[in-house]
Nanobody, 124 residues
Framework: VQLQASGGGLVQAGGSLRLSCAAS????????MGWFRQAPGKEREFVAV??????LYGNSVKGRFTVSRDNAKNTMYLQMNSLKPEDTAVYYC????????????????????WGQGTLVTVSS
């Protein structure tokens, strides 16, 4: 499975962006797909995940970001609204064939497939 993230760019605080993650190769309609981000000098941070029983969001993005998936297009999306300068980071999409459960969804170590990342810069 190959993942291709796109949609990053420069946006002013309060603005919106939509990221896409297109999957190709031996894709799968089940399993877990999610987003992580990494700001300069910081560790990779969990953003959101689609799993069997719904979605999970990191506390810092809850209420502002929405993750969704179009299985027909093998594409996952991250709608980001009310963006803040602290949202500036490289955003990575990730996937695994198994559903995650509970706190394991937050761990980047458990995801098998990764996209190359797309840079989001939010100016103040």
């Amino acid at each position: 499975v190959q993942l291709q993230a796109s949609g990053g760019g420069l946006v002013q605080a309060g603005g919106s962006l939509r990221l896409s993650c297109a999957a190709s190769g031996r894709t799968f309609s089940s399993g877990s797909m999610g987003w992580f981000r990494q700001a300069p000098g910081k560790e990779r941070e969990f953003v959101a995940v689609l799993k069997w029983s719904g979605t999970l969001y990191g506390n810092s993005v809850k209420g502002r970001f929405t993750v969704s998936r179009d299985n027909a297009k093998n594409t996952m999306y991250l709608q980001m609204n009310s963006l803040k300068p602290e949202d500036t980071a490289v955003y990575y999409c990730a996937a695994r064939r198994e559903y995650c459960s509970g706190s394991e969804c937050y761990s980047s170590d458990l995801y098998t497939y990764w996209g190359q990342g797309t840079l989001v810069t939010v100016s103040s």
